[in-house]
């Protein structure tokens, strides 16, 4: 097998025409593609509404877990977007989805090391979900003949990023792990950063993940991109092959990996994490089939 890459094309006139006739479905990250923080990237909406008149499927594939999909469609509505539901697949979702598909039992609980998405994810699978925000105000009491008590019943830890991380919750979660018979591990995703505003990066899951893998010396389950997943979900909903998607994107190491893994054509965006001097830095071993600034590109190039 040829393991050489082939180093990603800058998107243009040129090749732009080829790789829009072979897709039938875009698929897009949100954090650094479509918005920072809680501001729309420029064109994108004008992009994405060209996009559906030309009859092409779109889909939301998002590694941020702090909302659940109901949430980020709200999202969505309230930056003028019009996005249905079942076309957003989140980590939160997905994590909900890995239970069950892997007959996790109802009567154990979740403890979630995240926000308020992978709890109503969570309770929409019909799981008992622990934590999450509400456990981001306690503290732990450091006294002798003290002990620090959890739900024996817990038979998997989430964790996922969360703004309001503590040493109760790492220490609750690595109890569940290290104690409790067969608890489970999983991890959303492992960002490193991420747009939580539009001006800065911000310590992604990676850094929630990393914590509780050196306190439980275990790996997790990772449901989030790279990891295919999410396809799975996405193939049983719109039945198109994935050689006929594009994952547009801004993580080499998370979303251009995803669509590889899967079989997609990749399209990279300089608009978020990835700059052009890591794109084309030796060391990158990933390479997109194209790369451009931004999702508007697509309508300036082609469009009307």
Avoid at 42 to 55: E, F, H, I, N, Y
Avoid at 84 to 92: M, T, V
Avoid at 205 to 217: D, F, H, K, L, Q
Avoid at 248 to 275: E, M, Y
Wanted: aromatic letters at 8%; glycine letters at 8%.
């Amino acid at each position: 097998m040829n393991t050489a890459k082939r180093a990603a094309q800058l998107l243009s006139t040129q090749n732009i025409r080829s790789l829009f006739e072979s897709v039938e479905a875009f698929l897009f990250d949100c954090d650094g593609v479509i918005w920072k923080g809680d501001k729309l990237i420029d064109g994108v909406s004008q992009t994405l509404d060209w996009l559906r008149s030309k009859g092409k499927k779109l889909v939301f594939v998002t590694n941020n877990s702090l909302k659940s999909r109901i949430q980020y469609a709200k999202k969505f509505h309230s930056l003028g977007i019009s996005v249905a539901e079942d076309e957003i697949f989140s980590s939160s979702f997905a994590a909900a989805m890995y239970l069950k598909v892997n007959n996790f039992p109802q009567e154990k609980k979740v403890y979630v090391i995240g926000g308020e998405g992978i709890l109503e994810e969570l309770q929409l699978a019909g799981y008992t979900g622990l934590g999450g925000p509400e456990d981001g105000e306690k503290r732990v009491e450091l006294k002798p003949n003290s002990p620090f008590e959890h739900d024996k019943s817990v038979g998997a830890v989430v964790v996922g990023i969360d703004p309001r991380i503590n040493y109760y919750k790492l220490q609750y979660g690595t109890l569940c792990i290290r104690e409790n018979p067969g608890c489970l591990f999983i991890a959303t995703n492992r960002d490193a950063v991420g747009h939580m505003t539009d001006l800065q990066e911000w310590p992604g899951a990676g850094s929630m993940v990393a914590a509780m893998c050196g306190s439980t010396e275990r790996e997790p389950i990772v449901v989030g991109k790279p990891s295919t997943f999410m396809m799975d979900f996405l193939l049983q909903k719109f039945h198109i092959n994935t050689s006929k998607m594009c994952m547009v994107g801004d993580r080499l190491d998370t979303d251009i990996l995803f669509g590889q893994n899967a079989g997609c054509k990749t399209l990279l965006v300089l608009s978020g994490v990835t700059t052009q001097t890591t794109l084309r830095d030796p060391s990158n071993s990933v390479q997109p089939d194209y790369y451009t600034s931004q999702v508007s590109d697509l309508l300036h190039l082609l469009g009307p």
